[in-house]
């Protein structure tokens, strides 16, 4: 595992889009996991000034959300889809099937976490995930204390990462969904490069957290990337509370 610290949020996201970029360009059909959140907002942004020509290169990418909200009424503008469909697709012109994504509202969602994990397979696995970091140390969806070795599946979740969601339901803690379904530690770690982003001052004690943990422990999932043999923490000074 290898820390990378830029200087700023937005020279964060411009090292994952390069490294992006060069995953793209590595092969034909590759597959890439993405996050939503507030961390991977300036990549995204900065998708959308790339070129059109690169834009039109990310059309060979099968693109996969890392994880959704499960809730049955949930508003579409609060799922992690519409995130994904508003800040990147749209803004690199991608249709709406460029994405394969997880439903929120599924009756069946272990059928779907099935069928997800049988995606991914199919696209050849993924050849990056690009992540971003709980303040519980939680990857994609998955809290502390869940199995290393899971796959995609319905997880509860903690308080704390309702709380940091719940300015997608307007600040209203009561509509943050309870339960999310998401890749699995393990589904994320066949993955052939992880790139984790962390930026700001709040992921001080996440980051500090991960430098200080020498073994992997379920009770802090993003410390499995201890065991990966191609992981990457891109963080910027703020997030490593370094001066800025
Ligand atoms: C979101 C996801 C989560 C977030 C994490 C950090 O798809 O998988 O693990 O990456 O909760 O969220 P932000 O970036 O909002 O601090």
């Excluded at 990378?4 to 994952?16: P, Q």
């Amino acid at each position: 595992m290898q820390y990378h610290v830029s200087a700023s949020a937005t020279d964060v996201a411009l090292d994952a889009l390069e490294r992006i970029l060069q995953v793209v360009s590595s092969s034909k059909r590759p597959a890439i996991a993405l996050p939503t959140g507030k961390t991977p907002m300036p990549l995204y942004e900065q998708m959308a000034l790339l070129s059109n020509d690169v834009k039109a290169s990310l059309a060979a990418v099968n693109w996969f959300a890392l994880d959704e909200f499960l809730c049955k009424d949930i508003d579409h503008e609060s799922s992690f889809r519409y995130f994904l469909e508003s800040r990147f697709l749209r803004t690199v012109n991608l249709p709406p099937s460029a994405l394969c994504s997880l439903s929120a509202v599924t009756d069946a969602p272990d059928v779907e976490a099935k069928a997800y994990e049988e995606r991914i397979a199919a696209a050849g696995g993924l050849d990056l995930a690009v992540l971003g970091i709980g303040l519980n140390g939680h990857i994609g969806f998955n809290e502390p204390g869940t199995p290393l070795d899971s796959r995609t599946g319905v997880r509860q979740l903690t308080e704390k990462s309702r709380k940091a969601n719940a300015y997608l339901f307007g600040d209203d803690l009561d509509r943050t969904p309870t339960s999310a379904i998401t890749m699995g530690i393990g589904t994320i770690m066949s993955a052939r490069r992880i790139i984790l982003l962390a930026t700001g001052q709040s992921k001080v004690p996440a980051i500090a957290s991960l430098l200080s943990l020498q073994s992997v422990t379920p009770d802090f999932p993003a410390s499995v990337l201890l065991d990966h043999p191609d992981a990457h923490i891109l963080c910027d000074r703020a997030a490593m509370g370094l001066e800025v």
